[in-house]
């Protein structure tokens, strides 16, 4: 009959632990009237607690501190920090003794050693301390696999692992909405509002540190989360940026084209990066996560071949009476030249004045020409200018331009301030 060895116990043990911040210490009080049965007694035990605060012992937290008694949560963007320590448990002299610690993900493993190098010996009662820290960027299962190699006296050689499994948890829900600016003097604008809805989605309180925008290089950010009060900037969202678990913030920017890229109508169409989210908190005694988001994109609204904005209009204008305007053109197109004729048509209301029909000339791609039109309105209230068209004579292919802006129209007798 075959008999199988006994295993052999290992000379070193291996012991890990999860570095994270303590908590306060909370205790149930509990009081009653002087006038009660007790009298002072419950009153009298707090004051001699140790652990309650001097002159506040009804408060629930008390003034010491408690260690983790247990895993506890990890959460996306935090720091992942764990002791390990071997300890030479025999009455040998163990050599070569090689502590590695590796993370395995869903899509890599990491080695967290901060030395690669063995240590020649570990006498008995003695042991070997590391400290490892990891930003976690993924979430999901985590596998914290730590594997010891030595060689005892005998000169045998030994090796051992542990593995300790974990979950990383998202700590946010971001969302994103992109809306595109309404001026009046276009329809549609290169200007852009990026809305960010971030909620607390853990159990505990958050301190927002910050949340920014990184534009991409063609675009610059202006942060719309404060006002000016009294000479000084303050956030919309008071003194104590505190996200309670569960709640939600908004955060809002508006991005402008760079000019060397504004000028350029071809580049921003279509598909467009507009940057990431940058968001920093604190936890639980000043716990710092940090997440950045994947580059933003939006769909940039489409022009067409041919864009036409208004540079220039007034907002008021007297009835019957001329008033001015300016249109920028511009050739959308990034390898066409376009030869370029003005039609005006007039509306009930609304009637150019000037020659329909006119030769603009050529338009090379991506450039643009200013035109000055003069019009009047027949009609008082809110008119809506319409009846351009451009036609492109190489093409054959005429674009309309209806409900470009709207000018309030008063009677003439009431005089319209500049």
């Not at 580049?267 to 908190?281: E, F, N, R, S, Y």
């Not at 609304?350 to 020409?369: A, N, V, Y």
């Not at 492109?392 to 292919?397: A, E, V």
Request: glycine letters at 6%.
């Amino acid at each position: 009959m075959e008999v199988n060895p006994p295993k052999q116990e290992h000379l070193l043990a291996l012991k890990v632990m999860r570095l994270t911040k303590p908590t306060l210490f909370t205790n149930i009080p509990v009081t009653c009237e002087e006038k009660d049965l007790p009298g002072d007694l419950f009153n009298q035990l707090m004051r001699d607690d140790p652990s309650t605060v001097n002159g506040a012992e009804i408060l629930m937290l008390g003034e010491m501190l408690t260690l983790p008694q247990n895993f506890g949560n990890i959460f996306l963007g935090e720091t992942f920090s764990s002791y390990i320590s071997v300890h030479n448990d025999s009455n040998q002299v163990v050599k070569d003794i090689l502590v590695k610690a590796d993370l395995q993900t869903s899509s890599q493993r990491l080695n967290l050693s901060a030395s690669n190098a063995a240590v020649a010996e570990l006498k008995p009662d003695c042991c070997i301390d590391d400290v490892i820290h990891h930003e976690v960027k993924e979430i999901g299962t985590h596998i914290l696999v730590c594997a010891v190699s030595y060689t005892t006296q005998g000169g045998e050689k030994m090796y051992f692992r542990k593995f300790f499994k974990f979950q990383v948890l998202k700590p946010l829900d971001v969302k994103t909405k992109f809306y595109n600016a309404e001026s009046d003097l276009s329809s549609v604008t290169d200007e852009v509002f990026l809305e960010a809805q971030i909620q607390n989605i853990t159990t505990s309180p958050m301190f927002m540190e910050k949340v920014s925008l990184e534009p991409s290089i063609m675009y610059n950010v202006a942060e719309l989360n404060s006002v000016h009060q009294a000479g000084e900037c303050v956030t919309t969202f008071g003194s104590r940026t505190y996200l309670q678990p569960m709640d939600t913030r908004q955060y809002l920017y508006c991005l402008k084209p760079k000019k060397e890229f504004a000028e350029k109508a071809g580049i921003i169409k279509g598909v467009t990066v507009i940057g990431k989210l940058d968001i920093v908190w604190k936890t639980n005694l000043g716990e710092r996560g940090r997440l950045q988001t994947s580059q933003l994109q939006r769909m940039a609204p489409g022009y067409g071949d041919v864009r036409l904005s208004l540079e220039a209009i007034p907002d008021t204008v007297n009835l019957e009476e001329p008033f001015h305007i300016t249109c920028k053109i511009t050739n959308c197109s990034s390898e066409r030249t376009m030869d370029l004729v003005l039609e005006m048509c007039n509306t009930n209301s609304i009637h150019w004045c000037g020659i329909s029909g006119r030769q603009l000339g050529k338009l090379h791609p991506s450039s643009s020409l200013c035109l000055a039109l003069t019009l009047l309105s027949s009609v008082q209230g809110l008119q809506s200018i319409s009846g351009l068209r451009l036609t492109d004579t190489f093409l054959k292919r005429t674009y309309e331009y209806d409900d470009i802006a709207q000018v309030c129209v008063v009677s003439s007798a009431i005089k319209v301030e500049s």
